[in-house]
C-alpha cells in the first residue's frame, strides 16, 4: 500500500442520524481545500486550533451551515501530515460536503487509508495500526481495555526486549564466523543456550498468558485429538452429520487435517479440525509424515477448543497421557475435553459387566493427574464417556462444549488479546529461538553451530519485526487496513 502525498477525504463519523457528523482530510492541500468551503482562514495557523465558523457550497445548491473546523498541522497529527477536520450537523450535510471537496480537487479516501498513513509515516507501528480497529470492533470491555492496552505499546514492549536481545546473540553468532581464525572468545555456548532459551520461554509465556481476539463474525475452530485408531474420524463424521472422513481399523488412514461444520448446543456454529497425525513422528520420518505431524500442531495451536479422544477399550493408555500433555503443551488455553470413546464395545464385550467396566476406566482416568488436572479454570472436569459410532453421550458432549466455549469466550479484563496472526508471529519466533538454543547447548564452539543458529535467530527475528511492520507483506497490511471503515 503506498504512502500517497494526495490529500484524502472521507465522512468519519459512523453512519445514521446524528447531531454531528464528521468530514477528515489529509495531506499536502487540506488546508486550502478546507478554506474553500469554510469561512475562516487556516494557512497562518500553526499547532492545534479549532474554529467556529460555517461551511459554504455552491453545488448542487448553494447550501449554508454552522460549522467547527479543527487543525492538525504535520508532523504532530495522525497521519503526520495536515489534518483538517469540518464537525457539521447531520450525515448528508457531511456527505454534500465531502462531495464538494472531491470536486475541489481531494480524493476519496480508501477504508483504513487514514490509519495506513499513519503507519507507513511512522506514526503508529504495525500492531497500534490493528489495535484502531480492534477498539472500533470491541464488544466487551475487555476487548476494548485490551485493544487500548496494544494501542499503547504493550504488544511491542512484549516484542522489544526478545528482538534486542536475539539481535545481539546473532551480532555475537556471526562475528564468530568472520572472527574464526582470530582464536577470539565472544562467548561460551551454554551462555548463548541459557539467554536464548530464556526468551523463547518469555515468548511462550506471553502466548499462554494471552487470549484469543474473536469477533462476532470469527470462526470457532474445534480440534480433535488422539493416538491413531481412537475414533476420531469417526467422531468427526457423528458431529458433522456427513461422512468427511474416511474410516478403517487400519491406523494412520488420515494424514492430512480434515475439518467439517458442525452445530453444537444453542446454535452455536463451530468448524471441526480432525488433528491425525500428531503422533505419527517416528525416528526417521518421511516427508509425509513430518507435514501431516505439522499440520496437525498448527490445527491444536489455534484450535479455540480441543477434544482428545481416547479409546477406551484399549489396555494401555500410557501413550495417551504422553499424547495428551504434548497437547497441553501446543495450546495451554484452550478448554479441553477428554471423551473415552468406545464405550459400545465395552458394553457389547462384557454384557453382564459393561457398567463395571466403564466406571474401572472412569476411576483409572481420574488417578492420573494427567487427566484429572488437564487444564486450569475448571475448564476440564472428568472423563466424558462417548460412542462415536452409536451416537450415545454426543447430545451431552454438544452441550457442554458449547457451554465451555462460550465461557471461554468472554476474556477476562487485563489480559492481552491477540489475532491469530500475531499469536503465529510470536509461537514463530519462539519455536526458532529454541531451535537455536539447542544447538548452542550441544556444541562445543559457536563456531561449530554459527551458520545454522544464525539462520534460525534470523527467523526469531523476522517474525518479531512483522508484528509491529518493521517487515510487512503488502497482503497482511492490505488484510487489516481492509477492516477499517472509510475515514479511519
Not at 470469527?218 to 474420524?233: Q, Y
Amino acid at each position: 500500500m503506498p504512502y500517497f502525498l494526495d490529500t484524502i477525504v472521507a465522512v468519519s463519523s459512523a453512519a445514521g442520524p446524528a447531531g454531528r457528523s464528521i468530514v477528515r482530510m489529509s495531506g499536502p492541500e487540506a488546508i486550502n481545500l478546507a478554506e474553500g468551503v469554510f469561512s475562516e482562514p487556516m494557512g497562518e495557523l500553526s499547532g492545534f486550533r479549532s474554529l467556529d465558523g460555517t461551511v459554504a457550497i455552491q453545488t448542487p445548491g448553494p447550501i449554508t451551515v454552522p460549522a467547527r473546523a479543527y487543525l492538525f498541522r504535520g508532523p504532530r497529527s495522525y497521519t503526520r501530515q495536515d489534518v483538517v477536520e469540518l464537525h457539521l450537523p447531520g450525515e448528508v450535510v457531511a456527505s454534500v460536503v465531502c462531495s464538494a471537496l472531491i470536486d475541489a480537487g481531494a480524493r476519496q479516501a480508501d477504508a483504513g487509508e487514514f490509519t495506513a498513513r499513519a503507519f507507513l509515516s511512522g506514526r503508529l507501528d504495525l500492531s497500534a495500526a490493528q489495535a484502531v480497529a480492534d477498539i472500533i470492533d470491541a464488544q466487551a470491555d475487555a476487548q476494548l481495555r485490551s485493544a487500548l492496552g496494544v494501542l499503547d505499546g504493550a504488544l511491542a514492549r512484549l516484542c522489544r526486549p526478545a528482538a534486542e536481545t536475539l539481535t545481539e546473540t546473532l551480532a555475537v553468532t556471526e562475528a564468530s564466523i568472520d572472527f574464526a581464525d582470530e582464536n577470539l572468545a565472544l562467548a561460551a555456548p551454554d551462555e548463548l543456550a541459557s539467554t536464548t532459551r530464556k526468551v523463547a520461554d518469555d515468548l511462550d509465556a506471553a502466548l499462554s498468558t494471552s487470549g484469543r481476539w474473536s469477533s462476532a463474525e470469527s470462526e470457532i475452530r474445534v480440534a480433535i485429538a488422539g493416538r491413531p485408531n481412537a475414533g476420531k474420524s469417526s467422531l468427526l463424521n457423528a458431529l458433522g452429520g456427513v461422512d468427511r472422513a474416511i474410516i478403517s481399523a487400519m491406523s494412520g488412514t488420515t494424514r492430512d487435517v480434515l475439518s467439517a461444520p458442525a452445530t453444537l448446543g444453542q446454535n452455536l456454529e463451530v468448524m471441526l479440525l480432525d488433528a491425525a497425525g500428531l503422533e505419527a513422528f517416528a525416528e526417521n520420518p518421511d516427508p509425509l509424515t513430518l507435514a501431516a505431524h505439522r499440520a496437525a500442531r498448527e490445527a491444536i495451536q489455534s484450535a479455540d477448543a480441543v477434544l482428545f479422544v481416547i479409546d477406551a477399550t484399549a489396555d494401555d493408555h500410557d501413550a495417551d497421557e504422553r499424547l495428551l500433555a504434548e497437547v497441553v503443551e501446543l495450546n495451554p488455553r484452550a478448554p479441553l475435553m477428554i471423551l473415552a470413546n468406545k464405550i459400545d464395545l465395552i458394553v457389547s464385550n462384557t454384557p453382564n459387566d459393561g457398567c463395571h467396566a466403564l466406571t474401572r476406566f472412569r476411576e483409572w482416568a481420574c488417578s492420573r493427574p494427567s487427566l484429572r488436572y488437564g487444564r486450569e479454570h475448571g475448564t476440564h472436569k472428568g472423563v466424558f464417556p462417548i460412542s462415536a459410532l452409536t451416537g450415545a453421550g454426543l447430545d451431552n458432549l454438544r452441550e457442554v462444549l458449547a457451554e465451555r466455549l462460550g465461557s471461554s469466550a468472554a476474556p477476562k479484563p487485563g489480559t492481552l488479546l491477540l489475532h491469530s496472526r500475531q499469536r503465529r508471529g510470536i509461537s514463530t519466533a519462539a519455536e526458532a529461538t529454541r531451535r537455536s538454543a539447542d544447538m548452542f547447548g550441544t556444541a562445543d564452539e559457536i563456531t561449530d553451530i554459527a551458520e545454522l543458529a544464525a539462520v534460525e535467530l534470523r527467523s526469531a527475528l523476522a517474525a518479531l519485526a512483522e508484528l509491529t511492520g518493521q517487515v510487512a507483506d503488502e497482503d497482511i497490511l492490505s488484510s487489516i487496513f481492509a477492516r477499517f471503515c472509510v475515514g479511519k
